[in-house]
């Protein structure tokens, strides 16, 4: 299992890896690290399906930066789906901590689940803790969301999600972001997400 996971991670940080140019904005904002467990904002709740990142950009949000994803990966029951986050804007974007992960259902109700900051309950190799990171403007910053799609209660309804939305910290704007496919997080009930890191060109 071990060396399993191990080849997938490696795929996962290619995709991860990927690059995105993107047009810029004038607004500066800072992030700041949070507690994901809380209620998504009213403003980051979905109104429509997620953009295919096929698309040309929209105009640069109010926030002055934009979160989409690279893709995902799955092997053996993991699954991980690479985030990036583009300083869009003209001024330097602060950030440190975790992303805010929100998943709804195909009815686009909230899924009741636990984050794990770190992903140390579902594997290893991105326990890395939050550093301090700037993004000068076109910059990027990545993450990876992970979970298991692990059945271990047979009398218990297994999850799936549908959508999934993105902030950059606690109380920050919130993008939708295409999963790449259901989120299946069987009976687990939990999630995990990477501190954000700093692109490397």
């Known amino acids: 299992m071990i060396s399993r996971d191990t080849a997938a991670l490696r795929r996962i940080a290619a995709t991860v890896a990927a690059t995105l140019v993107l047009g810029g904005c004038t607004r500066d ?18 109104e429509a399906g997620p953009t ?6 929209a105009e640069c949000p109010a926030s002055g930066v934009r979160i989409r994803s690279t893709g995902g990966d799955a092997a053996m029951g993991l699954r991980a789906l690479g985030l990036e986050l583009v300083n869009c804007g003209e001024h330097p974007y602060q950030l440190n901590g975790y992303p805010v992960l929100h998943v709804f259902d195909e009815e686009r109700e909230p899924v009741m689940l636990r984050v794990v900051n770190g992903a140390k309950e579902i594997t290893s190799g991105f326990d890395q803790p939050p550093r301090p990171v700037t993004l000068l403007a076109g910059e990027r910053a990545t993450a990876v969301v992970l979970w298991r799609n692990l059945v271990t209660d047979s009398t218990v309804v297994a999850t799936n999600g549908e959508f999934l939305t993105v902030a950059p910290a606690a109380a920050q704007p919130a993008d939708e972001v295409d999963p790449d496919g259901p989120i299946d997080l069987g009976n687990t009930g939990r999630i995990g997400v990477s501190a954000w890191k700093k692109a490397t060109t």
């Open 29 to 46: 904002h800072e992030g700041q690290g949070g507690d994901p467990s809380g209620p998504p904002p009213a403003a980051s709740r979905p």
């Open 52 to 57: 295919a990142s096929t698309e040309p950009p």
